[in-house]
C-alpha cells in the first residue's frame, strides 16, 4: 500500500479534530491496527478499506490515488463536504456492457419492465447480458449508447412511452447546462430530464421538466450512477401540437406558484398581508 493511503487517513482524522482512539472505536477497530495503517506499518484489508471510506465520505480511489496532502483548503472543504470527484464522475468510470460477434457495441434496450431490475443491475454484466440489443448505422461506433423507453409527461411533448436513446457520459463535469439527459439513481431509478449542472458550486444536479406543471428539483451528484447524454427518441404516436391548453397549464402552474408565493407573506396571527 503506498504512503498516499497513510496520508490521506491520518489527514482526514485530524482534519476532524480526533484521536485514533476515537476512530478505532467509531470503526470497532484496534487503535494499533489504525495506527498501523496510518504509519505504513500495516497492510488494511478490504473491509477496512471500506469502514474508513464511508467513516470519511471519500471514495477507496480517492484514499488510494489522490495525495490529499497537496491540495488546497477550498478543495479539501469540496471533498469533505461530499464533492469526491470519483464519486461525482470527474474520473473515468467502468460500464457494464455488450458488444456483438465482430466486437461493436450492442445498444442495449431498457424497457418498461427492465427499468424496476435496471436500478439495481446496471453495474452487473449477467444483467446487461440479457437486455436486448440493436444497431444505428447512423450512430457513431467510438461511443457508446443505450435506449431507455421513458414513462409518464414530465416531459412533453415527448409522448409517453417513448424510447429515449442516450451517449454515456463519464466525466459529468462535462455535463451541460439546459440540455436533456437520462440520470440514473437507485432511489428514483430511470429520470430524463433537462439539466442544470451544478457540481462545481454545490455537488448537485438540477433537474427540470419540460412540462411546467412539475417543479425543477436538485439531486446529489454523489447519489447518481449514470449520466447519458439526449441523443434522440423513438416513439409510435406524433408529438401533440403546441395548444391553448399548453398556454393554460403553464398559466395554472404560474398561478399557483404566485398564490404560494402570496401565502407566505400572509401573517398567521393577524391575517394581513406582510411586504417587504
Known amino acids: 500500500m503506498s504512503n498516499i493511503f497513510s ?6 482524522r485530524k482534519r476532524r479534530g480526533r484521536t485514533q482512539d476515537d476512530v478505532a472505536l467509531t470503526l470497532n477497530m484496534k487503535r494499533s491496527t489504525l495506527s498501523g495503517y496510518e504509519n505504513e506499518v500495516a497492510q488494511p484489508s478490504v473491509e477496512a478499506l471500506i469502514l474508513l471510506s464511508k467513516y470519511y465520505g471519500v471514495s477507496i480511489d480517492t484514499l488510494l490515488k489522490v495525495d490529499l496532502t497537496k491540495l488546497g483548503e477550498s478543495e479539501l472543504s469540496q471533498l ?3 464533492y469526491d470527484v470519483f464519486i461525482t464522475g470527474s474520473k473515468l468510470r467502468v460500464l457494464a456492457t455488450t458488444v456483438d460477434s465482430s466486437n461493436n457495441e450492442n445498444i442495449e ?3 418498461h419492465k427492465a427499468s424496476a431490475g435496471y436500478r439495481t443491475g446496471f453495474a452487473d454484466p449477467e444483467y446487461i447480458k440479457v437486455l436486448p440489443a440493436f444497431h444505428m448505422p447512423f450512430l457513431s461506433k467510438e461511443k457508446k449508447y443505450r435506449t431507455f423507453q421513458i414513462s409518464g409527461d414530465s416531459m412533453h411533448p415527448i409522448p ?3 424510447w429515449v436513446t442516450g451517449e454515456f457520459i463519464q466525466n459529468w463535469n462535462l455535463i451541460r447546462d439546459n440540455m436533456p439527459y437520462i440520470i440514473l439513481t437507485l432511489d428514483d431509478g ?5 439539466v442544470h449542472n451544478n457540481i462545481k458550486t454545490n455537488g448537485k444536479l438540477k433537474l427540470i421538466s419540460l412540462n411546467p406543471l412539475y417543479e425543477p428539483y436538485e439531486i446529489d451528484a454523489k447519489d ?11 416513439a409510435n404516436v406524433m408529438p401533440e401540437q403546441n395548444t391553448r391548453n399548453d398556454d393554460l397549464a403553464m398559466a395554472v402552474a404560474t398561478l399557483k406558484r404566485d398564490m404560494d408565493k402570496i401565502k407566505k407573506q ?11
Open 109 to 111: 434496450v431498457v424497457n
Open 160 to 162: 409517453d412511452g417513448s
Open 7 to 12: 496520508a490521506n487517513i491520518k489527514l482526514l
Open 224 to 234: 447518481v450512477r449514470e449520466v447519458w447524454k439526449f441523443v434522440h427518441y423513438i
Open 80 to 82: 469533505e463536504r461530499g
Open 266 to 276: 400572509i401573517n398567521p396571527s393577524q391575517g394581513k398581508l406582510m411586504f417587504d
Open 190 to 194: 430511470i429520470m430524463f430530464k433537462v
